[in-house]
């Protein structure tokens, strides 16, 4: 599929504030044609009918304040308590903080076994759970070509070209967030759930607690680079560690437990909303991917995104290197299983960690570089190129090409 879904469980109120553009307010072009004046991510979006409920609108902009008070101390904008607030908003983060302040030096796989030391000494709840959305390598591309020459337009003082690129820009945002609703609009109905009663019980079998509908809380973040910097769409939806109860009105945390069934699901919504929303604006052809795991754009090639797949190139090598460790030890090759937790044991140990937002001018200029030695080299042109091929700016770009 052209979206890849994982779920996770979020301690850390701070780290994605940590990639935000800090200046105003600003859409995914700005990212683009605006990378030299900031190198932040656009801001987030409030979603869901559990944030109706408080005042906050689908599409809303995060601020900082709201955002810390519903996910920390759970609590309304107008500072009205919903639920009993969390323990600590920050235990788990501060005992990290202090366990890395030991440990210096420590890997990135040392890193992943202190977070989780200080999330099981701070036995907190989780704030949130954050179901991360990751689009394709091709359609990254496709964005970013688009993104590109609305840029290059900028700097070439060509206005009707940067309104030409930065209109189609837009178009996709908004095709993208339509589907990050539709996928989150299936687990608002499959997994928007709370429990009331006792579960631990039973009469004649079966338990006597009970299970209501109810409505969820979502902070989006649409974000446009990898941990190494390469250009890789992904939506970080922050679940909210509280709803509604339909029933009763009255707020409580949700039925997590179910979350994990439905994750695969959304991810398979999202990107059919997607593909279709992509192939009837553009005309986009779609080719099955060489692992034969869902598809990509037809026309971007698979040299063209491993150029800018770092990241998964330095798991592969590091899953390699654990696969031969293994059969060595033990005469055999990993079973299915223990494939999948080495696999996971070289996510974190090959991950970087975002401390701060990423130089997004550099980023580009290091993409267009990349892509003009290896696809369009600018000597062919006597002038620069982007991620899309530019013939007057309205000429034969990648977009329109695919």
């Not at 600003?26 to 990212?31: I, L």
């Not at 000494?121 to 954050?130: G, K, M, N, W």
């Not at 939806?237 to 409580?252: M, V």
Request: include cysteine.
């Amino acid at each position: 599929m052209a979206v890849i879904a994982t779920l996770s469980k979020g301690y850390d109120l701070d780290y994605i504030w940590k990639q935000v553009d800090r200046g105003p307010a600003k859409d995914a072009v700005g990212y683009y044609i605006q990378a030299s004046e900031s190198g932040g991510e656009p801001p987030g979006r409030w979603w869901g009918p559990g944030a109706q409920a408080i005042g906050l609108e689908p599409g809303q902009i995060v601020e900082r304040k709201p955002y810390d008070l519903l996910f920390g101390e759970h609590k309304a904008p107008d500072g009205t308590p919903l639920v009993k607030p969390p323990g600590s908003g920050r235990k788990a983060a501060d005992i990290y903080s202090q366990l890395l302040a030991a440990e210096p030096h420590a890997t990135a796989e040392r890193k992943r076994e202190l977070l989780l030391e200080a999330t099981r000494q701070a036995r907190q709840s989780p704030l949130f759970f954050d179901l991360t959305l990751s689009l394709s390598k091709s359609i990254s591309l496709f964005h970013a070509s688009l993104g590109e020459n609305a840029r290059l337009a900028r700097e070439a003082g060509d206005a009707a070209g940067e309104e030409y690129w930065s209109g189609l820009v837009a178009e996709v945002d908004e095709m993208i967030w339509q589907s990050v609703r539709a996928g989150c609009s299936y687990f608002q109905r499959e997994a928007g759930y709370t429990r009331t009663g006792s579960h631990s019980k039973r009469v004649n079998g079966r338990e006597t607690g009970q299970w209501h509908e109810a409505d969820l809380i979502v902070a989006h973040w649409l974000q446009h680079t990898s941990r190494d910097g390469d250009m890789q769409l992904h939506v970080h939806s922050q679940i909210a560690h509280l709803a509604r109860t339909a029933t009763d009105g009255k707020w409580r945390a949700p039925d997590s437990l179910g979350y994990n069934e439905h994750i695969g699901a959304v991810g398979a919504v999202t990107a059919q909303h997607l593909e279709e929303a992509l192939t009837r604006r553009f005309g986009l052809q779609w080719t099955a991917r060489d692992d034969g795991h869902g598809f990509e754009i037809k026309g971007i090639s698979g040299e063209m995104m491993r150029l800018f797949s770092s990241r998964r190139e330095s798991i592969t090598a590091d899953l390699r290197a654990r696969a031969a460790r293994f059969a060595q030890q033990y005469g055999r090759a990993p079973s299915q299983r223990e494939l999948a937790q080495l696999a996971q044991s070289s996510n974190f140990a090959t991950r970087k960690h975002k401390e701060s937002a990423l130089n997004a001018a550099q980023s580009h200029a290091g993409w267009a570089v990349s892509l003009s030695a290896h696809a369009w080299h600018p000597a062919r042109r006597g002038r620069a190129v982007g991620l899309a091929r530019r013939r007057r700016l309205r000429g034969r770009g990648l977009a329109q090409r695919a």
